[in-house]
T-cell receptor, first 111, second 114 residues
Framework: QKEVEQDPGPLSVPEGAIVSLNCTYSNSAFQYFMWYRQYSRKGPELLMYTYSSGNKEDGRFTAQVDKSSKYISLFIRDSQPSDSATYLCAMGSDSWGKFQFGAGTQVVVTP | GAVVSQHPSRVICKSGTSVKIECRSLDFQATTMFWYRQFPKQSLMLMATSNEGSKATYEQGVEKDKFLINHASLTLSTLTVTSAHPEDSSFYIC??????????FGSGTRLTVV
C-alpha cells in the first residue's frame, strides 16, 4: 500500500463548476500538507500549505485536512480553463523534511 | 516570493555523455535541496537529499555514482547524470528548503538521452 493515495483522473468539469480533489494517507506522523499545481512540462508550484488539521482558504481555493480520517481535500471554486493542470498532494512530517507525493490528478476544465 | 532557478530547462545528449543540471535559490539560502525525477504521468520520486556542505543522502535504488549531487553553497546545488543512457531520460526537478522553512520547486529539466 502506498503511503499517499490519489486518484490520477482525469477529472473533467465544465467551466464554473467546483473541482473537488482528495488524497488519503497512512502515515499518522504527517503534519504538513500541501497541494501543488503542475502544468505540462513545468515544475510544480505551491498552491496551499496547511499544518495539522483544519481548513484554509485562499481566493478560489480551499484546502481541508482531516487527520483523524487521514484525508485531505482541495476545492477549486468557479473553475476556469486555466485551472486545467495536474494537481499533486504532498505531505510530510517535520522531523525529516521529505515529502511524499500523491500520483497527481489531472484536471480538465472545459469552456 | 522565493524563487529557484533551474537550468537547463531541456537538454538532449548522446548516450554515454554526462549532463549537469543546476538549481539556484535566487533570494534565499537553500539549506536543503531535494532532487526528484518524474516519469510521464507519474508522480515525483525523491532521488536524494542534500544539505549544504554535506554529502547527499540517496534514496534506496538510486545510484549515487551515477547521479552526482553537489551542494557546495547555500544558493547552488547541481545534479550530474554521468554516462547517461536512454533509460535516464526523464523530468528532473529540484526543490529547495530555506532557513525559514517552506519548499520551493525549480521549473524542471527535461532530459532526453539519444
Amino acid at each position: 500500500q502506498k503511503e499517499v493515495e490519489q486518484d490520477p483522473g482525469p477529472l473533467s468539469v465544465p467551466e464554473g463548476a467546483i473541482v473537488s480533489l482528495n488524497c488519503t494517507y497512512s502515515n499518522s506522523a504527517f503534519q504538513y500538507f500541501m497541494w501543488y499545481r503542475q502544468y505540462s512540462r513545468k515544475g510544480p508550484e505551491l498552491l496551499m500549505y496547511t499544518y495539522s488539521s483544519g481548513n484554509k482558504e485562499d481566493g478560489r481555493f480551499t484546502a481541508q485536512v482531516d487527520k483523524s480520517s487521514k484525508y485531505i481535500s482541495l476545492f477549486i471554486r468557479d473553475s476556469q480553463p486555466s485551472d486545467s493542470a495536474t494537481y499533486l498532494c504532498a505531505m510530510g512530517s517535520d522531523s525529516w523534511g521529505k515529502f511524499q507525493f500523491g500520483a497527481g490528478t489531472q484536471v480538465v476544465v472545459t469552456p | 516570493g522565493a524563487v529557484v532557478s533551474q537550468h537547463p530547462s531541456r537538454v538532449i545528449c548522446k548516450s554515454g555523455t554526462s549532463v549537469k543540471i543546476e538549481c539556484r535559490s535566487l533570494d534565499f539560502q537553500a539549506t536543503t535541496m531535494f532532487w526528484y525525477r518524474q516519469f510521464p504521468k507519474q508522480s515525483l520520486m525523491l532521488m536524494a537529499t542534500s544539505n549544504e556542505g554535506s554529502k547527499a543522502t540517496y534514496e534506496q535504488g538510486v545510484e549515487k555514482d551515477k547521479f552526482l549531487i553537489n551542494h557546495a553553497s547555500l544558493t547552488l546545488s547541481t545534479l550530474t547524470v554521468t554516462s547517461a543512457h536512454p533509460e535516464d531520460s526523464s523530468f528532473y526537478i529540484c526543490s529547495a528548503r530555506g532557513t525559514a522553512g517552506g519548499y520551493t520547486f525549480g521549473s524542471g529539466t527535461r532530459l532526453t538521452v539519444v
